[in-house]
């Protein structure tokens, strides 16, 4: 099973809303992701949390907030985003060995930022 | 800065012919790599990982590394309609084994 989920599916929200998408996976992988990926474009790392901790931020606004509450999970907190923060969200996890790692994906949560 | 290349396409092929995608990474001591299928509006799925020089085989898709050259390949025999899709190369990164790199994509067109 490499399955990764994600919701909500969709997500419409206005410029002072606060909303959050949320990432689980079963897998007993130990790194999660998020990325944003906007139309004809490759994935853009956002963060990265090895063991629960957050190993990478890759200068994202603070308007964007990570938060893995445990080993499954993996939330993303939005506050005062702009129209162009609209885009696709992906989160992925992958083993956290130095040996062979894969990545893989959810299914996404596309944002419509209004 | 890492970078990892591909074509952006489109490449278009005929039902039932072979789909030769090809990626230069530029990352000398890179070990790990990867070619996901996105299809329009989806989430890349994960087609193949490959570490060792050489091909690897599964089903109608082999992957093909060469290190010393830094290209790694993915063909498709067999076209489908259905493997039209955005293909992502992707290359973990060895001084961060959590950060992996992404090619811009190549389109693929197979044409019934």
């Known amino acids: 099973d490499t399955e990764v989920t994600q919701t909500p599916k969709h997500l419409v929200m206005g410029m002072t809303n606060k909303k959050s998408l949320k990432c689980e996976q079963h897998m007993g992988h130990r790194a999660m992701y998020w990325y944003k990926q906007k139309a004809k474009k490759p994935p853009e790392l956002m963060f990265v949390y090895s063991y629960e901790k957050l190993s990478i931020n890759e200068s994202v606004p603070s308007r964007f907030s990570p938060e893995c509450p445990n080993s499954s999970l993996l939330n993303l907190h939005l506050h005062a985003l702009q129209p162009e923060d609209s885009a696709l969200y992906l989160c992925a996890s992958s083993q956290d060995l130095t040996g062979l790692k894969t990545q893989y994906f959810g299914p996404g949560t596309r944002l419509l930022v209004l | 800065q890492k970078e990892v290349e591909q074509n952006s396409g489109p490449l278009s092929v005929p039902e039932g012919a072979i789909a030769s995608l090809n990626c230069t990474y530029s990352d000398r001591v890179s070990q790990s790599f990867f070619w996901y299928r996105q299809y329009s509006g989806k989430s890349p799925e994960l087609i193949m990982s490959?570490?060792?020089?050489g091909d690897k085989e599964d089903g109608r898709f082999t992957a093909q590394l060469n290190k010393a050259s830094q290209y790694v390949s993915l063909l498709i025999r067999d076209s489908q309609p259905s493997d039209s899709a955005t293909y992502l190369c992707?290359?973990?990164?060895?001084?961060?084994?959590?950060?992996?790199?992404f090619g811009s994509g190549t389109k693929l067109n197979v044409k019934p």
């Open positions: 992707a290359v973990r990164s060895e001084d961060n084994f959590n950060k992996f790199y």
């Open positions: 490959i570490y060792s020089n």
